[in-house]
């Protein structure tokens, strides 16, 4: 092995805690660090206009395109399951929302045996990142690279449910992000002026030309090195292909590899390396190495019901994508001034609220859309309307992330077991319940809102959680199949310092260390993970 595949740390993974890393690991000059992402470069058009998401999502260039297993709690559907096949990973195709969670769900982190992860230990990490558009303040910091905007476009028929909302009892507050987030507010997003500031933007391009960092894409990892000794097991290095063809290729790691891959693919490599259940890996022929039963397990995600109206005499992107004019006037705002619809997630408005009073913080968020189609990736509808998705923060359904093979190559069984308990299906039809009683608000009715998914026919509990099975999607939130907790859980994979139990010099550092998943979108989290695991890994070493 030359001088040149000789590194400090390898990261495995180039997206949204991979770029994080390499920036932070990077600082010490005479650290070398070498970066792995399987995808490409991210300079396809579509990635830094924010309405590009519609053309990134579901593109093979920029995603992997997974689909679920056939999902009972969805009535037999298997759905599209996007994931960043692109330098910056899932913050190059995203919806750019920043959303931290809530303080409870750091606090639980802590009491589940993890200390330092409570709220008030990560806040500050969360502030090290963050360059927010007001300044700095008790909540914010401004110094960071993550550039935190507010939007650049309104509607009046978002601002009406905002107010349909505070008529049913759900107050309209100024900002989310400061702990609890129980009420009406616009998200605020990962933009710089009207572009989307993904993590390369943020992390990776200004430290790119370091020389101690190297940053290999389309490479796509087929094993980590585990070396057996006396002194117990540890991390080597790493096996890698280019997707674009040659002989494999080894790298050696004397510090650490840090997997970074996300809640699909760090299980997935654990596995095909011999780690996780070595009775199921050694059936389908790959050599066990570490028998750690909780890789893979514990998969849950944020489900979003997208309950759907029609309206009248409301402007929405469905009336202006439906005509040449409309779409004109859309680029000529994005171009000349950087403002409108095309710098818009596809949704701005946000929403939380306890669907049992009896509950001490918010369990369900909305995602208000001034848009409706059948999914992502097709048509808007012939018709202006509004589309008021309903999510679970909390789920108790949980799946996970099983290899069929030792390729890594093949992607892995990817199983949710969504609303496959009582308590979930009960959840979602409170929170589908809700929605129609704030849109049945004083403040919506000049636009004579006729609900057309899952139409009012639908009226008993059991259907519409029948119903939200059938409108149920995901919002890309999988987390937790690599959960972090203490040696004595038989289902942690990592402990508090994201060391992977059992493996010397191995780590994992992304969304899917999270032991529950936050209440709200995963970005901004997995920052916070990663910036917490660079300092970590530093101070370790």
């Known amino acids: 092995m030359s001088a040149d595949d000789n590194y400090d740390y390898l990261i495995v993974g180039g997206g949204t805690a991979g770029c994080v890393l390499a920036n932070r690991l990077s600082a010490k ?50 759905i599209g399951y996007a994931r960043g096949k692109v330098l910056g990973g899932c913050s190059s195709i995203n919806a750019m929302i920043y959303m931290r969670g809530q303080a ?7 009491a589940m045996g993890n200390p330092g992860w409570s709220w008030q230990d990560v806040l500050p990490v969360f502030k090290r990142s963050e360059n927010y558009q007001h300044g700095a303040d008790e909540f914010h910091g401004a110094a960071g690279e993550l550039r935190v905007e507010e939007r650049r476009v309104d509607w009046d028929i978002l601002d009406a449910w905002r107010d349909a909302a505070a008529q049913y009892g759900i107050p309209a507050i100024a900002e989310f992000n400061r702990g609890d987030n129980s009420g009406t507010a616009y998200f605020q ?22 020389p101690n960092l190297t940053v290999f894409t389309n490479a796509h990892v087929q094993k980590i090195h585990i070396n057996i000794g006396d002194n117990g097991r540890r991390a080597t290095g790493v096996t890698f292909r280019d997707s674009k063809g040659g002989p494999p290729r080894t790298l050696a790691a004397r510090r650490g590899v840090v997997l970074t891959a996300g809640a699909i693919g760090s ?103 001034p848009l409706s189609l059948d999914r992502f990736g097709e048509p808007l509808h012939p018709y202006s309307a509004i589309t008021p998705a309903v999510c679970d923060l909390r789920p108790t359904s949980r799946g996970h992330v099983r290899i069929t093979t030792p390729d890594s190559q093949v992607a892995p069984e990817i199983r949710l077991n969504y609303l496959t308990t009582e308590r979930d299906r009960a959840v979602a039809a409170k929170g589908m319940r809700m929605t129609r009683d704030i849109m049945a608000q004083p403040a919506l009715a000049p636009f004579a809102p006729s609900e057309l998914r899952p139409g009012p026919a639908v009226a008993s509990d059991e259907a519409l959680a029948a119903a939200a099975g059938d409108l149920g999607t995901t919002i890309f939130h999988p987390v937790g199949t690599c959960r972090m907790g203490p040696a004595t859980d038989d289902g942690a994979v990592v402990d508090h310092r994201l060391r992977v139990h059992g493996i010397d010099g191995l780590y994992v550092a992304d969304a899917s260390i999270m032991p529950r998943i936050t209440s709200g979108n995963t970005h901004a989290p997995t920052v916070m993970i990663a910036e917490k695991a660079a300092a970590m890994i530093d101070e370790a070493n």
């Open 29 to 78: 000059p005479d650290v070398r660090v070498a970066m792995l992402e399987a995808g490409g470069k991210d300079d396809y058009f579509w990635i830094d206009i924010p309405v590009g998401y519609l053309f990134t999502i579901g593109n093979p260039r920029t995603d992997w395109c997974y689909k679920t297993a056939a999902e009972p709690g969805l009535n037999g559907r298997s």
């Open 104 to 110: 409870a769900d750091y606090d639980h982190w802590a």
């Open 189 to 210: 997003m990962n933009q710089r002026r009207g572009r989307r500031w993904s993590v390369t933007r943020a992390f990776l391009d200004p430290v790119r030309a370091r």
């Open 267 to 369: 299980p997935q490599l654990l596995q095909v390396s011999g780690i996780g259940n070595t009775d199921d890996l050694a059936t389908i022929g790959v050599q066990p190495v570490h028998h750690l039963p909780g890789v893979g397990g514990n998969l849950h995600d944020h489900l979003q019901i997208r309950m759907v109206w029609q309206l009248s005499n409301a402007l929405t992107m469905n009336d202006l994508a439906r005509t040449l004019g409309g779409r004109m006037k859309m680029a000529l705002q994005y171009f000349l001034f950087r403002r409108g619809p095309m710098t818009m997630p596809p949704s701005q408005l946000g929403a939380f609220a306890r669907s049992d009073t009896g509950l001490a913080h918010a369990d369900l968020e909305w995602h208000v859309q």
